[in-house]
T-cell receptor, first 111, second 115 residues
Framework: SQQGEEDPQALSIQEGENATMNCSYKTSINNLQWYRQNSGRGLVHLILIRSNEREKHSGRLRVTLDTSKKSSSLLITASRAADTASYFCATDARSSYKLIFGSGTRLLVRP | DGGITQSPKYLFRKEGQNVTLSCEQNLNHDAMYWYRQDPGQGLRLIYYSQIVNDFQKGDIAEGYSVSREKKESFPLTVTSAQKNPTAFYLC??????????????FGEGSRLTVL
């Protein structure tokens, strides 16, 4: 079962533009995490936001969490060609002891 | 360097054969996970283990088996009962603090192809 679903499925932008990806989930969570995957590689952790937090920043990344709407967004500012990758949200549902991943957003940043 | 090591990176299997994928971590993490990824798809949880000598089925455990005899190791066997085993397999580990799952550290994956 997929707990998180990302939107859009694919996104193509010009270098320097901002990229926004959204994630919706179904059940109460302890935290929500965002990961990045380059083609054919393992996933790399980007940022974790706890259920009692509303916004978090890390470099060019900004994550928001709205627990009332069960949704999160990832904003990448001033995108670069090297940001081209797939981005996944993952939720740590309460009492689940596991992370469940969404289907991902494929981001293409054109030089 | 600390991390997760998966082997082999590429594996070819004939129908009817069992294969075992290796996953080793030196991060001293208690929790370990196996995920399956199909082309253009997200990750689906196969098995996970919170502690040595204990593991639980994930969402798609049928046709797979695991063991957790050592903290560092969590091998996955893809059995002949798995009907569509061709996929990219990812192993991960994490800490748990106060009941919350922390950051997952992933290996580089093993790509299994059934001939």
């Amino acid at each position: 079962s997929q707990q998180g679903e990302e939107d859009p499925q694919a996104l193509s932008i010009q270098e320097g533009e901002n990229a926004t990806m959204n994630c919706s989930y179904k059940t109460s969570i302890n935290n929500l995490q965002w990961y990045r995957q380059n083609s054919g590689r393992g996933l790399v952790h980007l940022i974790l936001i706890r259920s009692n937090e509303r916004e978090k920043h890390s470099g060019r990344l900004r994550v928001t969490l709205d627990t009332s709407k069960k949704s999160s967004s990832l904003l990448i500012t001033a995108s670069r060609a090297a940001d081209t990758a797939s981005y996944f949200c993952a939720t740590d549902a309460r009492s689940s002891y596991k992370l469940i991943f969404g289907s991902g957003t494929r981001l293409l940043v054109r030089p | 360097d600390g991390g997760i090591t998966q082997s082999p990176k590429y594996l070819f299997r004939k129908e009817g054969q069992n294969v075992t994928l290796s996953c080793e971590q030196n991060l001293n993490h208690d929790a370990m996970y196996w995920y399956r990824q199909d082309p253009g798809q997200g990750l689906r949880l196969i098995y996970y283990s919170q502690i040595v000598n204990d593991f639980q089925k994930g969402d798609i455990a049928e046709g797979y088996s695991v063991s957790r005899e050592k903290k560092e190791s969590f091998p996955l066997t893809v059995t002949s009962a798995q009907k569509n085993p061709t996929a990219f397999y990812l192993c991960a580990s994490s800490t748990r603090t106060g009941g919350n799952t922390g950051e997952l550290f992933f290996g580089e994956g093993s790509r299994l192809t059934v001939l």
